[in-house]
Every structure is written in structure tokens, then in C-alpha cells.
């Protein structure tokens, strides 16, 4: 392991965690943001995130392309409930995976999870509208609850229209007034 990919990784996740926490804060939500993606920080994911490091994505593409699947995305998605991906279940009507709506809290700190790392891996090109066209890029072979997928796309377009401030106000507003979306 080389002691570069291992600094690296570390800035990259501490800078983008203590931005999900900023983030958080000012959705009303800081509590979440200080337990956001705690994982990283396991041996299962740090390691991986070390040996695949580049710098300018995440390392489990580079561990997926490499091997077929990433050991630290599923052991990540199974631990933080911010990821869609954890939100899947048998369904007993398909009996198949079918995705599950997110809780109101949890699609909050997704949002929050993608707007910081847009700025992360974006850096001084970063703009507003970064996460609505990753998210956009994504959305036909997303597996995620129709009702998830349209809230989380609303806060985004309001994120590239109006911009963080009164996207986050609104947020924080929405959380303190209605259990669902």
C-alpha cells in the first residue's frame, strides 16, 4: 500500500464527511451528519479505499472494475441507511428485490451525502447543478422507490434552481413539519 493512496483516502473521506456534517447542520438533521459514514473508517472499507485510491472518484469503481464487485460498497450500502441501496427488500406480491420508500430522515441525508460529495470530487469546478446531472445520469438504471427517486430529484432541481441556501432552509423546514414526503 502506498502511504500517498493512504493519505489520500483518508483527506477524502474526512473532507467529505465533515462536509455531509456541515450539510446536515443546516438541514436540521447534525446528529445524522455526525454518525455519516462512519464505515469508511472499518477495515473492510479503509483498506479497499486505500489499495483502489485515485482521487477523483470513488475506489469502489475502480475495486468493482477491477474484480466484478466491490467488497466495500456492500458492506458500506448495508450499514448506512442514506444509501437507496439499503432500502431493498423481498416483496411478498413479486417476490422479488423490489426497492422500498426511504424514510423522510434518511432521503435528507442523501441529499446531503450527494451535494457533498459533488463538491468533493468536483473541487473549484464545482456547480450547483453537479448533483441533479449526476443524479440525472444515473436515473434509468436506478433501482429506487418511484416516490424516493422523484422527492430526492425535486431537491436537487431546487439545489440547481435556487441554489444551497434557501434549498437547505426549505429542507430544515420540511423535516420540522411533516413525518413523510
Known amino acids: 500500500m502506498k502511504f500517498e493512496n493512504f493519505l489520500g483516502h483518508f483527506q477524502t473521506i474526512t473532507r467529505h464527511r465533515h462536509e455531509v456534517i456541515k450539510n446536515c447542520q443546516k438541514a436540521g438533521i447534525f446528529w445524522q451528519g455526525l454518525q455519516h459514514d462512519l464505515s469508511k473508517y472499518s477495515l473492510t472499507e479503509f483498506i479497499a479505499g486505500v489499495k483502489y485510491y485515485q482521487g477523483n472518484r ?17 458492506h458500506h450500502k448495508g450499514r448506512n441507511k ?11 406480491t413479486t417476490r ?10 434518511y432521503v435528507a441525508e442523501m441529499f446531503c451525502d450527494r451535494v457533498a ?65
Not at 470513488?58 to 456492500?74: C, D, I, K, L, T
Not at 442514506?82 to 411478498?92: G, L, V
Not at 422479488?96 to 430522515?105: I, S
Not at 430529484?153 to 413539519?177: P, R
Request: proline share 6%; hydrophobic share 35%; net charge positive.
Open 58 to 74: 470513488s475506489p469502489n469503481e475502480q475495486e468493482r472494475f477491477e474484480n466484478g464487485y466491490s467488497v466495500a460498497w456492500m
Open 82 to 92: 442514506h444509501h437507496f441501496e439499503y432500502w431493498t427488500d423481498y416483496s411478498a
Open 96 to 105: 422479488q428485490l423490489e426497492p422500498v420508500k426511504m424514510p423522510l430522515r
Open 117 to 181: 460529495a459533488s463538491k468533493i470530487y468536483n473541487g473549484k469546478h464545482y456547480k450547483n447543478s453537479d448533483p441533479l446531472r449526476y443524479f440525472l445520469k444515473g436515473k434509468p438504471k436506478r433501482k429506487i422507490h418511484p416516490e424516493t427517486a422523484k422527492f430526492l430529484e425535486i431537491l436537487l432541481k431546487m439545489l440547481a434552481l435556487k441554489g444551497e441556501d434557501f434549498t437547505f432552509a426549505w429542507l430544515c423546514w420540511y423535516l420540522q413539519t411533516h413525518e413523510e414526503y
